[in-house]
């Protein structure tokens, strides 16, 4: 009689003690960073409103665009920027996680806020859910805090995605642990 060996091309995932970071616990006085990158026209319209609305929260948003990098010089220049944007800020969410790239840079730049304690939100749209937490999972970290918008976001009117910016702010602020 045969054997057959079946290999599992998985590495292991250690064991992730850390949970999903802090919760916000108080909203009111926190200074929320809101990441965008150069690609999203529908993310613009989401985190302006979730901005509007955390601002009548008593919290002092900050939106902060992440830069298109090429070159050494702009990727060591980019850097610096973003580390003291997280130094200006009490809580991040980042995204949108709507395609390969965007997914890669706004789960790298959620990772970096988590270590730094920071309470973090990611934001994907439905397709690309899977990939955050594949790639969060990766890095090390099986639990995070994840709002997941409608797919296809890009594309829809604007007064649409203002309407689902709106709906999802209740459950984003729940994920992040935000109380008002």
């Keep these: ?59 002092r948003p900050r939106i902060w665009r992440a ?25 991040a969410i980042t995204g949108l996680a709507n395609c390969g790239s965007c997914t890669l840079w706004s789960v790298h730049d959620g990772l970096e806020a988590l270590d730094r304690g920071l309470p973090t939100g990611f ?17 090390g970290r099986q639990e995070i805090r994840l709002e997941i918008l409608p797919y296809p976001l890009e594309g829809r009117p604007e007064p649409e995605v203002r309407d689902i910016a709106r709906a999802a702010y209740p459950a984003l602020l729940r994920e992040l642990g935000a109380t008002i």
């Excluded at 298109?68 to 200006?88: C, H, I, N, Q, T």
């Excluded at 934001?123 to 890095?139: D, G, K, W």
């Design 67 to 91: 830069p298109v990098v090429k070159g050494e010089e702009a990727s060591v220049e980019a850097s610096a920027d973003f580390e003291a944007y997280l130094d200006s800020i009490d809580v």
């Design 1 to 59: 009689m045969n054997t057959l060996t079946i290999l599992d091309p998985r590495a292991d995932v250690p064991a992730d003690a850390r949970g999903k970071g802090p919760a916000v616990g108080r909203l009111r006085g926190k200074r929320v960073g809101l990441r965008r990158d150069e690609f999203w026209g529908c993310w613009n319209v989401v985190t302006e409103e979730w901005a509007k609305l955390l601002e009548a929260d008593g919290a």
């Design 123 to 139: 934001v994907a749209t439905e397709h690309f859910s899977r990939l955050v937490r594949v790639l969060t999972s990766q890095a």
